[in-house]
Antibody, heavy 119, light 107 residues
Framework: QVQLVQSGSEVKRPGASVRVSCKAS????????ISWVRQAPGQGLEWMGW????????NYAQRFQGKVTMTTDTSTNTAYMDLRSLRSDDTAVYFC????????????WGQGTLVTASS | DIQMTQSPSSLSASVGDRVTITCRAS??????LNWYHQKAGKAPNLLIY???SLQSGVPSRFSGSGSGTDFTLTISSLQPEDFGSYYC?????????FGQGTKVEIK
């Protein structure tokens, strides 16, 4: 069965960087991309960007350009999301979601990773 | 960016009620509209894609309709496990955008 398993919670100082991982199993990793979606406490869902599962092609939401870097390691079927220059308003749960064919239909999700940016 | 607006923001209904949630896009998105259900502390779960296609494993009491700018999610007979928040999401163009959510409470 398809599973996306994310890394654990993180607490970072403002200005620091964080890396969240998303390990995929149960399907051929290269056939689908991964989108990242975040949810601030008590708020709705916000799409951050997408990365291909078989190339380095990415598509970031403009507001995250220069703030986020998405990568994959096809040898371990893992996607990574690096977020830098953390601010308190980056405190959120970050989800990875399978996104096949670039259709942006998020059919499987990771369990979420809480990132807290606080001094 | 395409703005997605859901209504109502919240509702309270009884088990067995028919529930309807609407989603309006700021411009035409054809049928590129998906619906998700999220319970507190959990990841969203895909219910409907392409405006009206039921995701595998999702109960048939859920249905979706609409095209262009106006869309509807209907729960034909509300069940206790249907509480939580519902989000629409457009997959027509980037950035992908979500509605603000509709919180469903069981009376």
């Amino acid at each position: 069965q398809v599973q996306l398993v994310q890394s654990g919670s993180e607490v970072k100082r403002p200005g620091a960087s964080v890396r969240v991982s998303c390990k995929a199993s149960g399907y051929t990793f290269s056939t689908c991309g991964i989108s990242w979606v975040r949810q601030a406490p008590g708020q709705g869902l916000e799409w951050m960007g997408w990365i291909s599962g078989h190339t380095d092609i990415t598509n970031y939401a403009q507001r995250f350009q220069g703030k986020v870097t998405m990568t994959t390691d096809t040898s371990t079927n893992t996607a990574y999301m690096d977020l830098r220059s953390l601010r308190s308003d980056d405190t959120a749960v970050y989800f990875c979601a399978r996104d096949c064919g670039g259709y942006a239909i998020f059919d499987y999700w990771g369990q979420g990773t809480l990132v807290t940016a606080s001094s | 960016d395409i703005q997605m607006t859901q209504s109502p923001s919240s509702l309270s209904a009884s088990v067995g009620d028919r529930v309807t949630i609407t989603c309006r896009a700021s411009q035409s998105i054809r049928s590129s509209l998906n619906w998700y259900h999220q319970k507190a502390g959990k990841a969203p779960n895909l219910l409907i894609y392409g405006a009206s296609s039921l995701q595998s494993g999702v109960p048939s009491r859920f249905s979706g309709s609409g095209s262009g700018t106006d869309f509807t999610l209907t729960i034909s007979s509300l069940q206790p496990e249907d509480f939580g928040s519902y989000y629409c999401q457009q997959s027509y163009t980037t950035p992908r955008t979500f509605g603000q959510g509709t919180k469903v409470e069981i009376k």
